[in-house]
């Protein structure tokens, strides 16, 4: 049966990590709000230039001139690029939407299930009064590790989550580097006379890393804010804003002239770059996950033994 220590330990780690989801509630509905704007903006950018294409495909004035200066095929070969580009940056944005407004749900969800969490408190605290002798050394610290170990377990919680993130991330990078890489294997072949099978080998490889770029691109966001979560005391130096402009460099790159080798090449790089990163991020990570195990074990050995004792 749980003693009044024991149950005021489990009500104080509730009441931590209630508040550490809110935290986590509030950013993630400034994102919302981000990802909204970015998607309207986006969404009038594609109105536009599909209307460019139009125009070119259709009789207007801007078809007829360029058709005059007989670079119409040209033209209207790079409005069509530029749509294609806009259109997977507004698709991934609205799968980044729709992935941040279910954990919106869900954190919710987990936050109302709190409810009443501090009038347990209250109670446990009277209950816990009646029982022992304020003021002594003993129960001091019993209180100290009480108090101690809720903010570790709960710090903990928050590493481990950032490390689970930060693996299905790795995950999900490890797959668009071995399609690159594929892709850049392919267009050695190409550039060296491999004919159809090879270009259609190398676009095949761009298109299986472009169907796992919005799965990453996701994964990042939330490695992000896991890491937002563990905060400054982890000493990781690393720009992690910088990764979630991933996405726009992958489209940009790839899309502006994807037969170009360079591009794969660069698209590679960054992705190898990224996961060189993450895979330090999760190193310090891990140590301190280890380092606050060993330091919650300590304290339970030492409350266990001031009870005995007692």
Not at 104 to 112: E, L, R
Request: glycine letters at 6%.
């Amino acid at each position: 049966m749980p003693t009044v220590n024991d149950r005021l330990l489990e009500i104080k780690y509730k009441i931590n990590e209630r508040e550490r989801l809110k935290g986590l509630l509030y950013r993630l509905v400034d994102i919302q709000k981000e990802l909204e704007a970015k998607k309207l903006n986006l969404g009038q950018q594609l109105k536009k230039e599909e209307f460019d294409v139009e125009k070119l495909q259709g009789i207007s004035i801007t078809g007829f001139l360029h058709m005059l200066k007989g670079d119409r095929e040209e033209r209207l070969e790079k409005e069509k690029s530029e749509v294609l580009t806009v259109k997977l940056k507004y698709d991934s944005v609205c799968t980044e939407l729709e992935e941040t407004s279910k954990q919106i749900w869900q954190t919710s969800t987990v936050i109302s299930g709190y409810q009443g969490i501090d009038k347990e408190y209250e109670e446990v605290i009277k209950e816990k009064e009646k029982y022992m002798t304020s003021g002594t050394p003993e129960s001091s610290r019993i209180n100290e590790i009480i108090e101690e170990q809720a903010g570790l377990k709960s710090r903990q919680k928050e590493v481990d989550e950032a490390l689970y993130a930060g693996d299905r991330l790795l995950n999900s990078l490890d797959k668009v580097s071995e399609s690159l890489q594929s892709a850049h294997n392919w267009g050695v072949w190409d550039m060296f006379g491999g004919g159809f099978l090879s270009t259609a080998a190398k676009h095949s490889s761009i298109d299986e890393a472009k169907k796992e770029i919005d799965n990453t691109q996701s994964l990042l966001r939330r490695f992000h804010n896991e890491l937002r979560d563990v905060g400054g005391e982890v000493e990781i130096k690393i720009e992690i804003g910088s990764f979630l402009t991933f996405a726009d460099y992958f489209f940009d790159g790839l899309f502006a002239d994807s037969a170009v080798q360079g591009r794969i090449d660069d698209a590679q790089y960054k992705v190898k770059d990224t996961i060189s990163t993450v895979k330090t991020v999760l190193l310090k990570l891990k140590e301190e996950s280890d380092y606050m195990k060993r330091k919650i074990d300590r304290l339970e050995k030492e409350r266990l033994e001031i009870v005995e004792k007692a």
